[in-house]
């Protein structure tokens, strides 16, 4: 395959002796480079290079200006803006910005085409005023406002033209508007030297001018990159420019538009790949070119039309890619250390003496913090036990040893609004990480390029008024992150090559692999960033999505045109505004259907393949059996009796190897905290008149004195946690009522003639369980919330927040107790009948549960029945504590089994 490169270089070479005095023009500088490159290894002999420059470079000395960096044309933009008498208020540098960059972009698209400023502005604020003209008899200041910006915007543009001509800068459409006006000058002086252009395409007015004058000196060539294919299609939009410039331009009326490349209809094999998501794409391109030899690899090129698919494509390289060039770098945005100065900045837009805990965590948390916080997990752990969900930087600083302190004042200070504090401090931050990274070269030139961006923000700081705020340093770190990449180094010529679109201009390969071929990517569709509309576009010939479109147009088929094997891949899938679309150049190919070409289809799909599920097992090993004999010394509870029922593994996480849920700031009160302040409460109203008869007179006592009580319980327990707002607030209310309604219902109670004596309040309580099977002894051991009499018959009483039904009590057959978990309160409250059984034998006791949530059914009692609807009986006698004994033994037997493992439940 003979490339478009190399086709020039032989034409130049038979048509000039002497290349050294020649300039060629390329449209990027690695298009310059390769052509270098073939220049030297088609050498036969020693030579000068001729000059070799990009179109801009070349832009750039016909104009005598020097394009400017967006960002610093940002500023002295704003400067001018000011500087534009005009009568509406003037915005603020922040609210600038966001409708700055637009205009400045529609400034550079009327230069470039070589636009007269001073009607084309006036028909833009002409239109304005047509949009308002129903109310042009009562516009409003706003309204007018409005309309006097519109009719300044030609000052504003004069205004920065003359301030950027001052120091021979110039945004990129106003450099082309100056060369185009220079360009005759240029021929003047160096009007006898000769100019080649290779590899053009969409040339905006000011290129066409300069070229067609250049052109009429008869010492300029144009070599266009095009097939005779698309060239003769006078429907096909990828020669839509070609053809133009072809029939319009004056040059080309007594010269002949020479294209002598004819290879798209030549034989080629394109393999359309649909596949789920860009994550799919990485991982088959891998696949791809795993079965590809070395010198397959150095014939091929990875084009990516959507850019951000590169880091993914990188970590998808099989092991025979031993050499790789990449032409696009890495944005800094995709690395941990721009997120992270991203939250710093962020954390500090928002300055204020307490902070949310989940924001500080966030910055603990993250990667970095740990190299800058080495007890980081020390001063969560301390935000964790406080349950603070404000935070102070005394707070942290009393949390953080000696050494620490220093870095979390640099970062948790106040930066009082300053954007001289917070570059300062950003760069202080850096230096130290930098120390912490020397040996990792990575990350080392991540930091490095971190450090240039705040360099270049406290340097347009020290030059602008206007960069004064946290939140203008922020919106300029996060541009030029967005926009500053992280180069790789490679073999530029050799090895398997990864580009973007743009990148592909004059080169050629003979296997491409182009991902992302989804409409809305290739071709981009319509963009909306302009204030310019359609019709003022289409009365001063100003490029339209159509022009645009045949942009992506040309560069799609220039892909194709000497290659052979080529494979397209794009996503199928569905997310948002990504609507899985395969573009319409595939199916352009499929509708032209030249008989040389072969298309092939594949759809790939992850195979699925249902396995069962098999439920998890845990063996009992020594250790296990140790432990479950220390527990079984000190007393199963109720509570973890039920936890084994439900499910034997939760018993052997949670008892066994104790794995407790992770400790974090309880922002919202939980339901087990409201279960413990309730409980709390009632104990400490009842728990001084235990073995006294309840009276109206301390009933009505505790009801005055809950609120207080209440609040003092919810400070014990919902430790540093505030509740006087939102949720917590409903939640304390709701711990009030539970309370108040309790006792409500106790003198409801007395008021109807019955009697209430406290035995016991949250007594700890335990009872041994003798196992013949087993030679260790066993106890179940709990803590009782009440016991009393009522009218004379002993009730056990066990409290729960939660809504709890008199179904829930009740039991027919004693042999399914212990497997289902539907009847865990039976079991509950049946243990503590056992263990009060051992205190003071029993003959005759009521036992059960009061829900909070179901207060209007009382007590509710355990019963046993002989059938679904047979008789209730309430009473536990020593029988009924007997067969729960049976039952009780059964379970613990297996859970002491070394033969029966941990075996996991399907939880229905």
Request: proline residues 3%.
């Amino acid at each position: 395959m003979q490339t478009f490169l190399e086709e020039t270089i032989q034409s130049i070479q038979k048509e000039h002796d002497d290349v050294s005095s020649l300039t060629l023009i390329l449209p990027s500088k690695r298009a310059g480079s390769f052509l270098l490159n073939l220049l030297r290894e088609n050498a036969t002999k020693t030579f000068f290079a001729p000059k070799i420059i990009s179109i801009e470079e070349f832009i750039e000395e016909l104009s005598d200006l020097k394009i400017i960096d967006t960002t610093e044309l940002l500023f002295k933009s704003y400067e001018a803006y000011l500087k534009t008498e005009s009568s509406q208020e003037k915005e603020s540098f922040e609210i600038y910005t966001t409708w700055a960059t637009t205009l400045i972009g529609d400034f550079n698209e009327i230069d470039r085409f070589l636009i007269e400023p001073k009607s084309f502005f006036t028909y833009l604020s002409n239109i304005q005023d047509i949009n308002h003209w129903y109310v042009k008899d009562q516009k409003t200041p706003l309204i007018e406002n409005y309309l006097k910006f519109w009719n300044s915007l030609h000052a504003f543009y004069e205004t920065l033209k003359t301030d950027l001509l001052k120091e021979k800068l110039g945004y990129q459409g106003m450099v082309y508007r100056k060369a185009a006006n220079d360009v005759e000058s240029y021929i003047q002086n160096f009007g006898q030297k000769q100019h080649i252009f290779i590899g053009f395409n969409a040339l905006n007015n000011a290129e066409q001018h300069i070229f067609q004058k250049l052109l009429e000196t008869t010492n300029t060539k144009v070599y266009w990159d095009t097939d005779t294919h698309f060239f003769t299609d006078k429907k096909h939009s990828a020669s839509l420019f070609l053809r133009k410039y072809a029939s319009e331009w004056d040059y080309y009326k007594t010269n002949p538009f020479s294209i002598s490349s004819n290879n798209f209809q030549k034989d080629k094999k394109f393999t359309f790949i649909e596949v789920q998501k860009n994550i799919g794409q990485a991982k088959y391109v891998g696949e791809l070119l795993s079965k590809l030899s070395e010198e397959e690899l150095n014939k091929t090129a990875i084009v990516l039309a959507d850019e951000k698919l590169l880091i993914p494509i990188l970590h998808s390289l099989p092991q025979n890619c031993n050499t790789v060039n990449i032409t696009m770098g890495v944005t800094l945005k995709s690395f941990p250390v721009t997120t992270f100065f991203e939250l710093l900045l962020n954390f500090h837009l928002r300055q204020k003496k307490l902070w949310y805990y989940k924001d500080v965590l966030s910055l603990i948390n993250h990667p970095l913090a740990a190299v800058l916080i080495p007890d980081n997990n020390v001063i969560e752990a301390s935000i964790t036990t406080q349950n603070k969900s404000h935070i102070s930087l005394e707070t942290l600083l009393e949390a953080a040893t000696t050494e620490n302190r220093d870095i979390l004042t640099v970062l948790f200070g106040d930066w009082k609004e300053n954007s001289n504090t917070a570059i300062r401090q950003c760069l202080e931050i850096l230096s130290r990480l930098k120390n912490n990274f020397s040996e990792k070269p990575i990350e080392y030139a991540v930091l490095h390029q971190i450090y240039q961006v705040f360099s270049k923000i406290e340097a347009l700081n020290s030059s602008f008024a206007h960069l004064k705020s946290i939140k203008t340093v922020h919106d300029l770190f996060v541009d030029f992150c967005a926009t500053a990449t992280l180069d790789f180094k490679g073999d530029a010529y050799n090895g398997l090559q990864i580009m973007g679109i743009l990148e592909t201009r004059v080169l050629d390969f003979e296997n491409i692999i182009l991902t992302s071929v989804n409409e809305g990517i290739l071709p981009a569709g319509k963009s909306n960033a302009s204030f310019i509309t359609f019709d003022l576009k289409q009365e001063f010939g100003l490029p339209k999505f159509t022009e645009k479109d045949a942009i992506y147009t040309y560069h799609f088929y220039h892909l194709l045109h000497r290659s052979k094997n080529v494979t397209l891949l794009y996503n199928n899938f569905s997310d948002g505004m990504n609507v899985g679309e395969k573009s319409r150049f595939l199916l352009q190919l499929e509708v032209e259907n030249i008989p040389n070409h072969t298309i092939e289809k594949v759809v790939l799909a992850p195979s699925i393949e249902i396995k069962q599920s098999e439920l998890r097992s845990i063996e009992k090993t020594k250790a296990v059996l140790t432990r479950i004999k220390e527990i079984a010394a000190r007393g199963f509870s109720p509570s973890a009796l039920t936890s084994y029922i439900r499910n034997p593994l939760d018993f052997y996480y949670q008892k066994i190897i104790k794995i407790n849920e992770v400790e974090e700031v309880e922002e919202t009160v939980a339901a087990n905290t409201l279960g413990t302040i309730v409980h709390d409460t009632l104990e400490a109203f009842y728990k001084p008149y235990e073995g006294s008869f309840l009276t109206s007179e301390i009933l009505l006592n505790m009801k005055k004195e809950s609120p207080k009580e209440v609040t003092k319980q919810f400070i014990k327990t919902f430790k540093g946690g505030t509740f006087d707002k939102g949720k917590n607030l409903l939640i304390f209310e709701v711990a009030k009522r539970y309370v108040t309604n309790f006792i409500d219902y106790e003198l409801s109670e007395l008021k109807a003639g019955n009697t209430i004596k406290i035995v016991q309040i949250e007594n700890n309580l335990d009872v041994d369980v003798p196992i013949p099977e087993l030679d260790f002894p066993v106890k179940v051991a709990g803590k009782v919330d009440r016991v009393d009499e009522y009218n004379g018959q002993l009730r056990i009483i066990d409290y729960k927040t939660g809504k709890v039904e008199q179904t829930h009590l009740e039991i027919i057959d004693w042999e399914v107790l212990t497997d289902d978990y539907k009847y865990s309160k039976v079991v509950q409250v049946l243990a503590y009948t056992l263990m009060m059984n051992a205190q003071m034998p029993i003959q005759d006791v009521e036992a059960g549960i009061i829900s909070f949530k179901n207060l209007q059914s009382g007590f509710l009692k355990f019963a046993t029945k002989t059938g679904v609807r047979g008789p209730k009986n309430h009473q536990i006698t020593q029988e009924t504590l007997a067969t729960y004994s049976e039952e009780l033994k059964k379970l613990i037997l297996e859970i002491c089994d070394p033969s029966i493992p941990f075996t996991e439940k399907e939880i229905m």
